[in-house]
Nanobody, 127 residues
Framework: QVQLVESGGGLVQAGDSLRLSCAASGRITSSSAMGWFRQAPGKEREFLSVLDWSSGKKYYADSVKGRFTISRDNAKNTVYLQMNRLQPEDTAVYYC????????????????????WGQGTQVTVSS
């Protein structure tokens, strides 16, 4: 079992940066992957990025490639999402998610692949 706790959300202005953190407790193994999704009001949950724990490879949705960066601290079992040049359309609840066994479906953000979810952290970007 894995528990995920996000932090770092808040209210920022357009153009600002923000870094989200997701601390995992429990069984994160070398076969796992941890990533980020977001959900804006009235919209479906959207995949953003995922990091394969074994290879260290990073995968991004086209919508955030070049602006968002995923990284990790192995010792802390923590994954981060650095978000730059934030815009009002980035306003959403941001969720951390993890999968026990990473693979192609997880790499492209197939929602059902992810077993573990955090409670979410709100990011609000004002114009």
């Amino acid at each position: 079992q894995v528990q995920l706790v996000e932090s770092g959300g808040g209210l920022v202005q357009a153009g600002d940066s923000l870094r989200l953190s997701c601390a995992a407790s429990g069984r994160i193994t070398s076969s796992s992957a941890m990533g980020w999704f977001r959900q804006a009001p009235g919209k479906e949950r959207e995949f953003l990025s995922v990091l394969d724990w074994s290879s260290g490879k990073k995968y991004y949705a086209d919508s955030v490639k070049g602006r968002f960066t995923i990284s990790r601290d192995n010792a802390k079992n923590t994954v981060y999402l650095q978000m730059n040049r934030l815009q009002p359309e980035d306003t959403a609840v941001y969720y951390c998610a993890a999968v026990d066994v990473s693979g192609p479906s997880a790499h492209i953000g197939v929602f059902d692949e992810y077993t573990y979810w955090g409670q979410g952290t709100q990011v609000t970007v004002s114009s």
